[in-house]
């Protein structure tokens, strides 16, 4: 089976793994509730319903804030964890119940998968360079690997199918068929065809991936300075360490998102997408100017005036309204827009 055939499967099937993610992935949390297991249960069964599912375990730092423990098993369950898996249930429910018209729930949960699998892909290729005495390889690890890679991808793809196939972008050609650039299809309502998000859903944005990437990344940022040694060779004091963890998990999330995906899962909630001023693509350099302009102390507060954020207009780019339409055939992959 080729990689064309493998991409079609996965697209065909979204609805089911999304099921199977859901199901998979909620059920150790929800074991973790139950006053007693049988060491059966909790030495094979849980850590393989571990291996098989997405993995997405919210965290902040290295703390244990939305953590329980269940002192009677020694099991550990996630609340935000239980919140993220019900909802991919809730996904599924839409999507089939709709024929697949209604996919913004599953665009949301599996961009959210795709960037926890990326994060802990970059921990293990670290810790591969990096070898550190906390992390040690055994079978269990690999398998653990395996499923990262396959969940990523499966993620990636129907990321890609969402936005791509039934979604916010259309690829629109020159006259002799040669990809010229990647323009976005927008209400009209301006002179330039494209409605603004609001102040409202661009706060919206804000809280929501604001969270993400505090319960996303800085975990993952927490194990990669871990993997580095910083911690170990700097006394860092907490404020700075929290602030180092915010820096770095910015860098990991909004990038990715706004250069390959063109929008974030905060974006996807109101269907609004990142564009240059010109409506076209938002490339790696732009992205990273976004984020570097979000560093600035006080800047939230620059989308009180009239003229936009200042992470968009230094960085020449707007959040518009996105509108779900068919994209065409026969498009290069967002990969090659670096």
């Not at 006259?175 to 065809?193: C, F, H, I, P």
């Amino acid at each position: 089976m080729n990689k064309a055939e493998i991409d079609s499967l996965i697209k065909r099937n979204i609805g089911q793994l999304a099921l199977v993610a859901g199901v998979i992935g909620i059920s150790p949390h929800l074991l973790g509730f139950l006053p007693s297991l049988s060491r059966t249960l909790i030495d094979v069964l849980i850590p393989f319903l571990h291996i098989g599912s997405p993995g997405v375990y919210f965290n902040f730092g290295d703390s244990l804030l939305l953590t329980g423990y269940n002192e009677y098993t020694g099991m550990h369950y996630n609340y935000m964890s239980i919140f993220f898996y019900g909802l991919i249930l809730y996904g599924y429910y839409d999507y089939k119940k709709d024929s697949g018209s209604n996919s913004k729930v599953l665009l949301f949960v599996f961009s959210i998968i795709l960037i926890s699998q990326l994060v802990g892909l970059l921990n293990f290729t670290l810790n591969f360079i990096f070898p550190s005495n906390w992390f040690f390889y055994s079978w269990m690890t690999i398998l653990y690997l395996i499923s990262s890679v396959v969940w990523s991808y499966i993620s990636f793809v129907i990321v890609k199918s969402l936005i791509g196939d039934g979604a916010l972008v259309t690829a629109l050609k020159t006259a002799d068929g040669v990809l010229d650039k990647t323009e976005y299809s927008t209400e009209l309502g301006r002179e330039d065809g494209s409605v603004r998000s609001s102040i409202n859903e661009r706060l919206l944005h804000h809280i929501i991936d604001t969270v993400l990437c505090a319960t996303l990344c800085t975990s993952g940022a927490f194990y990669l300075l871990m993997d580095l040694s910083l911690f170990g060779g700097l006394s860092l004091g907490e404020n700075l360490m929290l602030v180092l963890l915010m820096l770095i998990g910015r860098f990991l999330y909004y990038p990715f998102f706004e250069a390959v995906l063109g929008t974030t899962p905060g974006k996807i909630v109101t269907g609004s997408i990142v564009v240059k001023e010109d409506g076209s693509k938002v490339r790696l350099k732009d992205a990273m100017n976004r984020t570097l302009s979000r560093v600035v102390p006080f800047e939230p507060f620059s989308f009180l005036g009239k003229n936009g954020g200042w992470h968009d207009r230094w960085a020449d780019t707007k959040v518009i309204k996105g509108r779900f339409e068919e994209r065409k055939e026969n498009t290069v992959d967002d990969w090659d827009d670096f």
